[in-house]
């Protein structure tokens, strides 16, 4: 599609190969839009996200599944609550603290508000429950602090969960486009997914040349990413016990 002329797209029955590959359809795309400017936001944005959010989320997963203190199932069962709440419920409550604090427009508006997963806790606690607790009780004997059985023991043999998680956590954030198209405002902080959804809203169908060029360059990222690490989705899905 991203290869086609704009007369090619009105041909009735459609066909689904160009007559002709239209290369410069890219080349327009670049014109028209600030796209690698927005593809940089959106890679900073997502891996950075990630990264915070899988440390948050194994640390939590730790200590759910590992130390034992008063309170612990009931806070366990009130934090995996959280997944059975929409995400349009909390979007608004979302928004004005996010104002208060005076990040709108702003990548700690876009990164900060997305750090927290109730569903990333509850997989990696899955997977730190299926290893032996012999490891924990171990290496406290040896006088290993629990930071130290953390990460030194744990996050070690927990690759395949952190990997599929991060893949999973990654395409999300790479693709969102409500959030971002809330909170920023100015034309530097853009994500590549408000740029190409701008790009429908300035053309509407007349150049959906364009549109189809620039989703082929913005699925690129993501699609590389799954390709790295889908040998880990498996393996941390069935390690994880979490059953489709």
């Not at 130390?67 to 409550?93: D, E, H, N, Q, Y």
Request: aromatic content about 14%.
């Amino acid at each position: 599609m991203s290869l086609k002329g704009l007369d090619e797209f009105y041909i009735f029955p459609p066909k689904l190969l160009p007559a002709v590959p239209q290369w410069s359809n890219f080349v327009e795309v670049f014109k028209q839009l600030s796209l690698l400017r927005y593809l940089g936001n959106s890679l900073f944005v997502s891996t950075t996200t990630t990264v915070l959010q899988l440390v948050l989320a194994s640390s939590a997963a730790f200590a759910f599944a590992v130390l034992t203190f008063r309170g612990k199932a009931f806070l366990f069962a009130l934090f995996i609550s959280s997944m059975m709440v929409p995400g349009s419920v909390v979007l608004i409550p979302l928004f004005m603290i996010t104002q208060k604090l005076g990040m709108i427009d702003s990548y700690l508006g876009l990164i900060l508000p997305m750090l927290f997963s109730g569903y990333g806790v509850f997989m990696i606690r899955q997977f730190f429950l299926g290893l032996p607790r012999d490891f924990y009780e171990a290496a406290r004997l040896d006088g290993c602090s629990n930071l130290g059985v953390f990460v030194r023991i744990y996050l070690p043999l927990s690759v395949p969960a952190l990997a599929t998680l991060g893949t999973l956590a990654f395409i999300s954030f790479y693709n969102s486009l409500l959030w971002p198209l809330i909170v920023i405002n100015s034309e530097e902080l853009k994500t590549i997914p408000i740029g190409i959804a701008g790009l429908v809203g300035q053309y509407g169908f007349i150049t959906p040349h364009l549109v189809m060029a620039g989703a082929a360059i913005m699925v690129v990222p993501a699609l590389l990413v799954f390709l790295f690490f889908q040998r880990f989705l498996i393996n941390g899905f069935v390690m994880s016990g979490v059953k489709g």
